[in-house]
C-alpha cells in the first residue's frame, strides 16, 4: 500500500483519526455494541482479539480523539464510548447496522432451511473465514441416502439468498463420524443442536447454564440479543408451534435479572423443559462461545 501523499486536517476529517486502523475499529464494536460498562485493555485484547499492549495503544488513541473516555482511577485503566461526543453515536449506529446484516444473512439461511419438506437434522455455518472473503461454507448433516433429494430443494433457495446478499454459499455434507472432528466453537448453528465434543459446548447441560451465567453477569448484551432472536423466532414459527418460545418470551420479558440468572441455572422441570429450546446459543458469538469454555473449566 502506496502512503498517503497529503495529509488532512483531523477538525475536518476526524474519521481518519477515529477508525484510522484496524485495532481502532475493533475496540469501537466492542465498546459500542458490546460492553454494557466500561472495560479494562486486558479485557478489550479478549474480546478483539488484540495484544494487551496492542490494546492499550490503540485505547489511548481513541481517548485522544475524545470518542472515548478514561473513567478508572489511577493505574485501573477503564474505557467507554463518550456518547455525547458528536461522532459516537453515529458509529455506534454503523456498528448496530454491521451486525444486522450478518444476522440477516444468518436468518435467512435459517427460515430457507427450516422451511424445506424434510429440513436436516443438523446445519450450521462453518465458520467465517478471516479477512475479506465472500463466500460462506454450510454443514449440513442429513439422514442417509436423502443428498439428492435435499439438493434439488434447496439449490435454486440458495441461489436467491446468493443474490440478495452478494455472498457466495457452499453446501458440504458430513457424515455421522465426521461431526466428531467439528470445532463447534467457531460454528453458528442454523438448524438442529451441534454434537458437543465436551460438556462445554452442550448446550442442554447444566454446565453450560452456569457458564452462560458467569458471562451474563459481565456482559447483558446478550439478553437483548436472546429476546430478539425469540421474538424474530416466534414471527417465523409453523402455526401451530412455539409454546416454548411463548414461554422463553415471558422469561425473559418479565423475570428480574436476579430471578432469571436463577432460573438458568435451576433444576426445576421447567428450567430443564426450556434449556432443550435456549435462544442463547443461536445469538453468541465465536468470542463468547470461547469465554463460555474457559467460565466451564475454571475451577470450583
Same mark, same amino acid.
Request: contains cysteine.
Given at each position: 500500500?502506496?502512503?498517503?501523499?497529503?495529509?488532512?486536517?483531523?477538525?475536518?476529517?476526524?474519521?481518519?483519526?477515529?477508525?484510522?486502523?484496524?485495532?481502532?475499529?475493533?475496540?469501537?464494536?466492542?465498546?459500542?455494541?458490546?460492553?454494557?460498562?466500561?472495560?479494562?485493555?486486558?479485557?478489550?485484547?479478549?474480546?478483539?482479539?488484540?495484544?494487551?499492549?496492542?490494546?492499550?495503544?490503540?485505547?489511548?488513541?481513541?481517548?485522544?480523539?475524545?470518542?472515548?473516555?478514561?473513567?478508572?482511577?489511577?493505574?485501573?485503566?477503564?474505557?467507554?464510548?463518550?456518547?455525547?461526543?458528536?461522532?459516537?453515536?453515529?458509529?455506534?449506529? %454503523?456498528?448496530?447496522?454491521?451486525?444486522?446484516?450478518?444476522? +440477516? !444473512? =444468518?436468518?435467512? *439461511?435459517?427460515?430457507? $432451511?427450516?422451511? &424445506?419438506?424434510?429440513?436436516?437434522?443438523?446445519?450450521?455455518?462453518?465458520?467465517?473465514?478471516?479477512?475479506?472473503?465472500?463466500?460462506?461454507?454450510?454443514?449440513?448433516?442429513?439422514?442417509?441416502?436423502?443428498?439428492?433429494?435435499?439438493?434439488?430443494?434447496?439449490?435454486?433457495?440458495?441461489?436467491?439468498?446468493?443474490?440478495?446478499?452478494?455472498?457466495?454459499?457452499?453446501?458440504?455434507?458430513?457424515?455421522?463420524?465426521?461431526?466428531?472432528?467439528?470445532?463447534?466453537?467457531?460454528?453458528?448453528?442454523?438448524?438442529?443442536?451441534?454434537?458437543?465434543?465436551?460438556?462445554? %459446548?452442550?448446550?442442554?447441560?447444566?454446565?453450560?447454564?452456569? +457458564? !452462560? =451465567?458467569?458471562? *451474563?453477569?459481565?456482559? $447483558?448484551?446478550? &439478553?437483548?440479543?436472546?429476546?430478539?432472536?425469540?421474538?424474530?423466532?416466534?414471527?417465523?414459527?409453523?402455526?401451530?408451534?412455539?409454546?416454548?418460545?411463548?414461554?422463553?418470551?415471558?422469561?425473559?420479558?418479565?423475570?428480574?435479572?436476579?430471578?432469571?440468572?436463577?432460573?438458568?441455572?435451576?433444576?426445576?422441570?421447567?428450567?430443564?423443559?426450556?434449556?432443550?429450546?435456549?435462544?442463547?446459543?443461536?445469538?453468541?458469538?465465536?468470542?463468547?462461545?470461547?469465554?463460555?469454555?474457559?467460565?466451564?473449566?475454571?475451577?470450583?
Amino acid at each position: 500500500m502506496r502512503p498517503i501523499a497529503a495529509s488532512q486536517s483531523s477538525l475536518r476529517f476526524p474519521l481518519n483519526e477515529v477508525l484510522g486502523t484496524p485495532g481502532q475499529v475493533r475496540l469501537l464494536r466492542v465498546l459500542a455494541t458490546e460492553a454494557a460498562e466500561s472495560i479494562a485493555p486486558q479485557e478489550a485484547a479478549a474480546r478483539t482479539g488484540m495484544t494487551e499492549s496492542g490494546a492499550r495503544k490503540a485505547l489511548r488513541r481513541l481517548e485522544r480523539t475524545g470518542i472515548v473516555e478514561n473513567v478508572g482511577d489511577g493505574r485501573a485503566h477503564r474505557y467507554v464510548m463518550r456518547r455525547e461526543a458528536g461522532l459516537a453515536e453515529r458509529i455506534a449506529r %454503523l456498528f448496530e447496522l454491521e451486525q444486522k446484516g450478518s444476522d +440477516a !444473512l =444468518v436468518q435467512a *439461511l435459517r427460515r430457507v $432451511l427450516r422451511g &424445506l419438506s424434510t429440513p436436516p437434522k443438523t446445519a450450521w455455518v462453518n465458520h467465517f473465514l478471516e479477512g475479506w472473503a465472500d463466500c460462506l461454507e454450510i454443514g449440513v448433516f442429513l439422514d442417509q441416502g436423502s443428498e439428492k433429494g435435499f439438493l434439488r430443494e434447496l439449490g435454486p433457495r440458495l441461489g436467491g439468498l446468493e443474490a440478495d446478499f452478494g455472498v457466495s454459499l457452499e453446501l458440504r455434507f458430513f457424515s455421522q463420524a465426521e461431526l466428531a472432528d467439528i470445532d463447534w466453537s467457531k460454528a453458528v448453528p442454523l438448524v438442529g443442536t451441534p454434537v458437543a465434543d465436551g460438556p462445554a %459446548l452442550n448446550h442442554r447441560s447444566a454446565q453450560f447454564a452456569n +457458564a !452462560l =451465567v458467569s458471562l *451474563l453477569e459481565e456482559d $447483558l448484551s446478550l &439478553l437483548k440479543r436472546a429476546r430478539e432472536h425469540v421474538d424474530w423466532e416466534l414471527k417465523h414459527r409453523d402455526p401451530g408451534n412455539g409454546h416454548d418460545l411463548w414461554e422463553w418470551r415471558k422469561v425473559l420479558d418479565t423475570y428480574p435479572l436476579p430471578r432469571l440468572l436463577n432460573f438458568l441455572e435451576s433444576d426445576s422441570p421447567l428450567a430443564a423443559r426450556l434449556r432443550q429450546s435456549s435462544p442463547f446459543p443461536a445469538v453468541l458469538s465465536q468470542e463468547e462461545l470461547d469465554r463460555l469454555g474457559a467460565f466451564h473449566r475454571q475451577p470450583n
